[in-house]
């Protein structure tokens, strides 16, 4: 089995128990899974209002690492949006948003290192908080399979782990670019991370033909934490 076939099937399995806990009401969950596992209360996340405020509306859309559809379905409202996502527990529960909303999406299970698409397929895709499920070699195949489905044109609009953020106390570190690990953290146990330099992104971006509109970095500690230090690279970027 690839590493890659490796990286799926780890999670699909994590995540579809992941999700499946995040919907059960008997089962305790501590602070760091009720952050790390979306759930329908939220919001679509600040970032996608600040870009998607610039950009057109009714693009033909795709998120990757949908989960259960928070932002898809709002997107949906101005948009034609289609979601993936390797957990099929994570796409009931955006296909229940979608029709609690009144919305339309259309939902794909799969991976987003195999995009089951054509090329040239969509005006936008959007990746938050996903990325990070990488080694630095997968995420070559991962960006070249971002700029074959847009279309000329097309916005990329991403957040992502950077260098910034810390590494689990439980985790293995990886021979591989950069900084790359496996967590063995309790709800994370057994994924690999890898976490981006802004040097990495821009040689994934130019490599890709993919022209920077936006990329800033935010970071964050919390105090009460042991590894507390949280980094994000936010962008968005238009295929040339």
């Known amino acids: 089995m690839s590493s890659i076939d490796q990286f799926i099937a780890t999670n699909k399995?994590?995540?579809?128990?992941?999700?499946?806990?995040?919907?059960?009401?008997?089962?305790?969950?501590?602070?760091?899974?009720?952050?790390?596992?979306?759930?329908?209360?939220?919001?679509?996340?600040?970032?996608?209002?600040?870009?998607?405020?610039?950009l057109p509306e009714d693009m033909e859309l795709l998120e990757i690492g949908c989960g259960p559809g928070i932002n898809l379905v709002e997107l949906a409202k101005t948009h034609r949006c289609t979601g993936l996502d390797i957990s099929k527990v994570a796409l009931e529960s955006a296909r229940q948003?979608?029709?609690?909303?009144?919305?339309?999406?259309?939902?794909?299970?799969g991976g987003f290192y195999r995009l089951p698409f054509v090329a040239a397929r969509f005006d936008c895709l959007v990746a938050s908080f996903c990325l990070q499920f990488n080694t630095w070699s997968s995420a070559q195949t991962v960006w070249s399979e971002i700029a074959r489905v847009l279309r000329p044109g097309g916005y990329f609009v991403f957040k992502v782990r950077s260098t910034y953020r810390d590494i689990p106390l439980s985790a293995?570190?990886?021979?591989?670019?950069?900084?790359?690990?496996?967590?063995?953290?309790?709800?994370?146990?057994?994924?690999?991370?890898?976490?981006?330099?802004?040097?990495?992104?821009e040689e994934l971006m130019e490599r890709n033909g993919l022209e920077k509109i936006d990329l800033y970095e935010h970071k964050d500690e919390r105090a009460d934490e042991q590894q507390g230090k949280r980094g994000w690279w936010t962008g968005l970027y238009r295929k040339a």
């Open 97 to 109: 948003l979608a029709s609690e909303r009144g919305v339309e999406v259309r939902l794909v299970e």
């Open 13 to 54: 399995d994590q995540w579809n128990r992941l999700y499946s806990r995040r919907t059960d009401d008997s089962v305790a969950k501590t602070e760091s899974e009720l952050r790390s596992v979306p759930g329908t209360e939220e919001t679509i996340a600040p970032f996608l209002q600040d870009y998607f405020a610039q």
């Open 172 to 201: 293995e570190r990886i021979e591989d670019r950069g900084i790359t690990f496996v967590s063995y953290e309790n709800h994370e146990h057994g994924m690999t991370y890898h976490h981006f330099s802004e040097g990495e992104i």
